[in-house]
Every structure is written in structure tokens, then in C-alpha cells.
Nanobody, 121 residues
Framework: QVHLVESGGGLVQAGGSLRLSCTASGSIFTINDMGWFRQAPGKQRELAAQITKSGITNYADSVKGRFTISRDNAKNTVYLQMDSLKPEDTAVYYC???????????????WGQGTQVTVSS
């Protein structure tokens, strides 16, 4: 069993900051890409930021320059530092990771339960 547990969401005023964390635990052999997706009410889930095992990052245009993704491979943890938050950043944020278990042959995609981020104007 593999679990992804997020923390750090909440309510913040526009212009403020939040830091999300997500830790993978359980039967893990190795983790490739990790990322954060978000889903606003009535909209499809979209990629916010992604990071490879070696630290190469990719951001949605809407968050470039404001969000920073990082990871600690020793702790199986990915972070999302969100600065200069805007009301349109309001969404449920989901952690995502490509994980291979010790007896697995291929990588599988795992998701966290989601954490609510609300930005007030």
C-alpha cells in the first residue's frame, strides 16, 4: 500500500503565501515525477507544477514566477511554495507521484486526498 498525505492548505488573503507539503509513505521502491494538480469548482483538474527526481521543474503559465515546487527525495516529500496568491488560485490541490513498489515492474500514478486552498479578495 502507498499513501500520499497532503498538508498546508487553508484560507489566505490575496497577495499572501501558503506552503503545501505532500509525503509519500508505504511500500515504496522509488519515486519518479512528483507534482501538484488543482481543481477549481466547475473546472477540470489541471497541472500546477511538476518536478522530476533530478529536480527539473515544469509550471503552468498561470503560476510561473509565483509558485515554486521542490522535493526532498530522502523524505519522499514534495513541496509547493505559493506566493502572491490570487483569488483565481482557489482550488483543491492534489499531490501526484509516479511510484514503483518493491515488487512492481512498472511505475503507477498515485494521488493524495486533496487540500483546499482558498484565496480571498
Amino acid at each position: 500500500q502507498v499513501h500520499l498525505v497532503e498538508s498546508g492548505g487553508g484560507l489566505v488573503q490575496a497577495g499572501g503565501s501558503l506552503r503545501l507539503s505532500c509525503t509519500a509513505s508505504g511500500s515504496i521502491f522509488t519515486i519518479n515525477d512528483m507534482g501538484w494538480f488543482r481543481q477549481a469548482p466547475g473546472k477540470q483538474r489541471e497541472l500546477a507544477a511538476q518536478i522530476t527526481k533530478s529536480g527539473i521543474t515544469n509550471y503552468a503559465d498561470s503560476v510561473k514566477g509565483r509558485f515554486t515546487i521542490s522535493r526532498d527525495n530522502a523524505k519522499n516529500t514534495v513541496y509547493l511554495q505559493m506566493d502572491s496568491l490570487k483569488p483565481e488560485d482557489t482550488a483543491v490541490y492534489y499531490c501526484n507521484a509516479d511510484i514503483r513498489t518493491p515488487f512492481g515492474i512498472v511505475f503507477r500514478e498515485y494521488w493524495g486526498q486533496g487540500t483546499q486552498v482558498t484565496v480571498s479578495s
